[in-house]
């Protein structure tokens, strides 16, 4: 640790319980704290002693931040905070849950013995050639050159998006609708890439994760020649959670 670094209160997550607990140790930017609760008005927060800085958006140091977050929902419902929240002292983080804590409650009955998860289904590009291939007016505007005028050129730029904007909304009726029957919440979040053709998130029981996983295998069977899905979580409720505020002292 750099001498000229204190060190701070670094905030995992919080959960309903005013109790002493540990969670073992955690080692953020190669330096080694113990991970422990600080209780306040029936609020448990967990974090570490690690130095007030800001936290670069390290490989191993978000790991190591969600790791600690995963190992806390095993046992609470958990509201996450955000990477790299770090406080001057603990009284600081008590000041903060005192601040907060109206959000806090109006928000743990929501999402109270539920999880998050996603699905990313990305169209295989042989597939996609496919179907590019079949739709005629696309096709059409594919041998449009550098030659063409300007506006030729925008008018098949546009025909593309409306390609992609309709095979999108098809695989979100195929995908989002069966599963939204299994959740709680859905929420479809924008692509990240041209090939993304759904990029969800849904909020389930705890109770209905295994019917839940059982239906996204299900769907996958019937199009993994088609497409590839991301299927990832348990997660904390990060997209069903809107926690606002200013910490007060922190980096």
């Known amino acids: 640790m750099n001498n000229d670094e204190s060190l701070g209160c670094y905030l995992f997550c919080v959960y309903q319980d005013e109790q002493d607990t540990e969670y073992g140790e955690v080692t953020m930017s190669g330096v080694p704290s113990k991970v422990r609760t600080i209780s306040?008005?029936?609020?448990?927060?967990?974090?570490?002693?690690?130095?007030?800085?800001?936290?670069?958006?390290?490989?191993?140091?978000?790991?190591?931040?969600q790791e600690v977050i995963n190992q806390v929902m095993k046992e609470h419902s958990v509201i996450?905070?955000?990477?790299g929240t770090v406080l001057s002292s603990e009284e600081d983080v008590k000041l903060l849950m005192?601040?907060?804590?109206?959000?806090?409650?109006?928000?743990?009955?929501?999402?109270?013995?539920?999880?998050?998860v996603g699905l990313k289904v990305i169209a295989k590009k042989d597939w996609l050639t496919e179907r590019v291939h079949k739709d005629p007016k696309l096709n059409k505007m594919n041998q449009v050159s550098a030659k063409d005028s300007y506006y030729r050129q925008i008018e098949a730029g546009e025909?593309?998006?409306?390609?992609?904007?309709?095979?999108?909304?098809e695989y979100e009726t195929k995908l989002a609708s069966p599963l939204e029957k299994l959740s709680v919440s859905t929420k479809l979040n924008e692509p990240v890439s041209e090939r993304m053709l759904m990029n969800a998130?849904?909020?389930?029981?705890?109770?209905?994760?295994?019917?839940?996983?059982k239906k996204v295998n299900e769907l996958?069977?019937?199009?993994?020649?088609?497409?590839?899905?991301?299927?990832?979580?348990?997660?904390?409720?990060?997209?069903?959670?809107?926690?606002?505020?200013k910490a007060e002292g922190a980096v």
């Not at 570490?48 to 190591?64: E, M, Q, R």
């Not at 996450?80 to 990477?83: F, G």
């Not at 998130?201 to 996983?213: A, G, P, R, T, V």
């Not at 997660?235 to 926690?243: G, H």
Request: glycine residues 2%.
């Open 40 to 65: 306040h008005n029936g609020l448990s927060m967990v974090a570490a002693d690690l130095p007030v800085k800001i936290y670069a958006p390290k490989k191993d140091d978000l790991l190591a931040h």
């Open 80 to 83: 996450p905070m955000s990477y």
């Open 98 to 116: 005192e601040k907060i804590e109206p959000q806090l409650k109006e928000t743990f009955p929501k999402i109270e013995n539920k999880i998050e």
């Open 159 to 169: 025909k593309a998006k409306d390609f992609i904007y309709a095979l999108r909304e």
């Open 201 to 213: 998130s849904f909020l389930i029981e705890k109770s209905m994760e295994d019917e839940f996983d």
């Open 220 to 245: 996958y069977e019937e199009m993994n020649d088609q497409v590839e899905f991301n299927y990832s979580g348990p997660w904390p409720a990060y997209n069903f959670i809107e926690l606002k505020f």
